[in-house]
């Protein structure tokens, strides 16, 4: 598999960069100029500073809805300028450049036969690579030149060592389900990290979140007042905490990190 | 026309989901995959939850530059996962996509003859349909296939009992023009519902808007000094309360909902 | 070489509109209506309001590293509404589009023989020009009509009395490089205008800024550790003041216009 030519149009950027400077238009014009046919689609600059859990989380939400073969950037790097290796994954039908710091925890643990290089070919970088921006000066450009149809194998050495990260299942004991909340988005749904596989909605007892107390899962908004809190299927088939046209994590004061149970019957 | 096959490359996005999450990114990412030649512009992400009246103002400001056969996208929804239904409509040379929650209501103003679909084609939306994102599981497929060629009528029925909307209307008695600021937007320019073609500035005896009073309409900025208040035609052919290089709503105090008269003479 | 036909796709685009309003959007409308093939590409809008230092040093950020031919939009203009003009520069191989206003002034400090014209040939506005939103009515339309191969001299008159703007050189005396803090982006890191030329690290006594001070030019942030403050060059080849994994500006409260000194041995 990982001598196959493979020519991509499609490019993701996940970063921790914002808006409001150039950063992302310099990435943007160093991968256009290696290769002016790149389609190039933001996923999310808005990662809190060095948050790799947010990071994480925002690319498994979005790379598998993509076209095949496209190539998933992330950077969020807070060991930029130090020796962590920049890593290239193919996994499934997809490819993706990040740091060596686990910001693909869930692609790997979707894909346990990912093959993972550490990019070292100095050729398909920028000729002046700086010690703060490799976002720009070796990422941007691998990713062109990937996109191109350079060989997966030329960006580096295979490597088997990168960090794989933790994931944050959650625990059965009995009848109880025990979870936490890993991820607010903007609309303050409460996202937990106990999957839809786990639930089946007709044995559960009831739901607790701190203080709050859900006697079933919902199956849609509809069935509850606007303002009611609910427990629901999230878009991405994991167990959330929502307020009907409301901010769940203001009203009902919900923290990532806090503890979800389900105990069923 | 509603027979006739199109073709467009352009699908614009107009939500409140904010830039944050990977929202958004999932979307292009669904349209992509459907059709990897459609080019996706974003008019704004930054809608204020379920404010279905900065979505609609949003989109009319925007969707007649567009080239023909565009597909607009509205997802503000605070319906998501009750039974409202989801429209197609084609209105113009334009398409658009949206809750039947009125969001396109200055589109059927403007387009006494829009033909309007009831989207209930399931073969064209993701196989697997959350309750709680249908921008990702039925607009964004459906506006793919739409950009494909796929015939309008095919997604569903045609129906005349969507919401249409109130758009409301400024009121002339005697010599007075009453009306309100309906947009306030990021420069702090205040917008009103009353339109260029109610005012000829020759006539103009006094404009009110609370507590402040100007005596003519302006041309232009340059008329004014730096910190000056001025009334002036926005860029959308509205009234507009303005200040030089200034935050008009904050100097002056003014909210979405201020009550706006024009005395003539 | 004013008279040389040229064809680019890439359109960049710096504002200050941010990105509540559907200004970005209304512009891309513009421009994709004139020529569909045109690849828009933002380099922020996220500039303060007016702020011409931040829009001029976004832009020098960015623009080298755009495909050859590429033009370069700039709309931040607080005298939109006067007389002031609306510019058209050719400059090394690269197009630009801005307010008479210095803006591009490190554009025309790298590029002497820079070619302008004051952008006046009606024929490629919008039909309708409105005194507020010359980046919709003047500014998208001329881009567009010039990616699609107008040629150059037709836009307006070459002129030579455009604003070249003061750019803030640092000054030497004896042993002592004096510059200041000329931007902070969002990771807090406190860029000056002292460029890695001035600068050769086996020289540096110190450096110091306002009540801080370091021995050395750092070569990367593996150096130190996490939370110490450090003076690298930055990505831009500009001495910076960050903090490793931390917000310099925050931790050590720099600010904008704060003085730097570099003692060489």
Redesign the interface.
């Known amino acids: 598999m990982e001598h196959q030519k493979t020519k991509s ?2 490019i ?1 950027l ?1 970063t921790d ?10 990435m ?3 991968i ?2 290696i290769n ?1 046919a790149a ?8 990662i809190p ?2 948050d790799l859990d947010a990071a994480s989380f ?2 498994d ?3 598998a ?3 095949p073969e ?1 190539i998933h950037i992330v950077v969020v790097d ?1 060991g ?4 962590r290796r920049i890593l290239l994954a193919r996994a499934g039908n997809s490819f993706f450049l990040a740091p060596d710091n686990a910001v693909l925890k869930y692609v790997f643990a979707g894909h346990q036969d990912a093959v993972v290089l550490s990019v070292t070919n100095r050729y398909y970088f920028l000729p002046h690579t ?4 490799h976002g ?2 070796i990422v941007a450009p691998v990713a062109a030149h990937l996109s191109l149809g350079v060989p997966f194998v030329d960006f580096g050495q295979k490597i088997d060592d990168y960090l794989r990260g933790d994931i944050l299942l959650p625990t059965r004991r009995n009848k109880t389900i025990s979870g936490e909340i890993v991820y607010i ?3 303050g ?1 409460c996202i937990t990290n106990i999957s839809k596989k786990e639930l089946k909605s007709e044995q559960i007892e009831e739901i607790n979140i701190e203080k709050f107390q859900f006697e079933r899962l919902s ?4 069935e509850h007042e606007v303002g009611e809190p609910l427990a ?4 991405h088939d994991h167990l ?1 905490i ?1 307020v009907r ?1 409301g ?1 769940a994590a203001q009203i009902l004061n919900i923290k990532k990190g806090d503890r979800v149970e389900v105990i069923l019957q």
């Not at 700086?130 to 921006?133: A, G, K, V």
């Not at 199956?219 to 509809?222: G, R």
């Open positions: 149009r499609f993701t996940t960069f914002g808006l409001r400077d150039a950063f992302v238009g310099v943007k014009g160093v256009l100029n002016p389609v190039i689609v933001d996923i999310t600059h808005g500073q060095g925002a690319l939400q979005a790379y809805f993509f076209p496209s807070p930029v300028g130090t020796d700086s010690q703060t921006f720009r000066d988005d903007h609309f749904n199956h849609s908004y509809a629901i299927v999230s878009s959330e929502a046209d901010n």
